[in-house]
């Protein structure tokens, strides 16, 4: 007699991804309907979403392979094309064909991204991200949208701006900069109390000027591959910038360099801020 089993899909990891994507999906609704501070509101909530997905699949031991590739694809959604659309809407469309253009190089790069990262699991550095993770890339776009309405900026005053900021968040997440993942951090470990009272403080200081924080914090990380690289890289040609490198020493720094280089397939992340499963900042 043949045994005969229930193919399905576990509902809490799934559920999140789907929440996640749905925040990506009204992003671009209400930047069409000129809501930017919702749209990018939105976007960041899907990174919370990208963030629990994939640790919340871990907990609970539902790791799929359905599961990681349904995250990818909405991945794609909200923090490829929703951002991508977002600026456009926002103040990339009176640019014509550079405005569209500097949009597209952002998808593509998010694109290439996550094919990248998916493709490098289990044998990539878990303690360092190859390029900017697109969530943080993301949170950079929306960020400096969210900032810009805050304060009352129009979009299409500042549009070439706008796409630089598009354009090179885009690039970033497929040149060969490495960026700390900080998947080595213990969070079941015992910190001191004060620790607690700066965590309180720094959720006090984003929720009074949370675009601003936000924008600043994110553009502070992506900012920091490209200049740790040429501080501890004595000569760095085109091919460390760019290129398909999944092993490249150069980029690490000395104090990385010392510690163990081989990773287990199975302490690897399958997020993209993730960046994948967790990109997930976050693909």
Known sequence: MSESKHKGIYLLPNLLTTAGLFSGFFAVVSSMNGRFEAAAVAVFVAMIFDGLDGRVAR????QSDFGAEYDSMA??????MAPALVAYNWGLSDLGKLGWFAAFI???GAALRLARFNTQVG???KRFFQGLASPAAAAVVCGFVWLGVEYDINGDDIGLIVALVTGLSGLLMVSNFKYNSFKEVNWNGKVPF???L???LIFIIVA???ALVLF???ALYALAGPINTFRTVDKVTLSDVVGDQVEDADFVSKVSAEEPEETSAKDQSTDDIKEPKDEKPSN
């Open 75 to 80: 991945d794609m959604v909200s923090f490829g």
């Open 123 to 125: 044998i990539a550095d």
């Open 208 to 210: 009074t000027e949370p």
């Open 216 to 218: 600043i914090v994110f």
């Open 198 to 200: 700066v965590i309180l």
């Open 194 to 196: 004060v620790a607690l």
């Open 59 to 62: 907990i609970t031991n539902t």
């Open 106 to 108: 952002y998808v593509a």
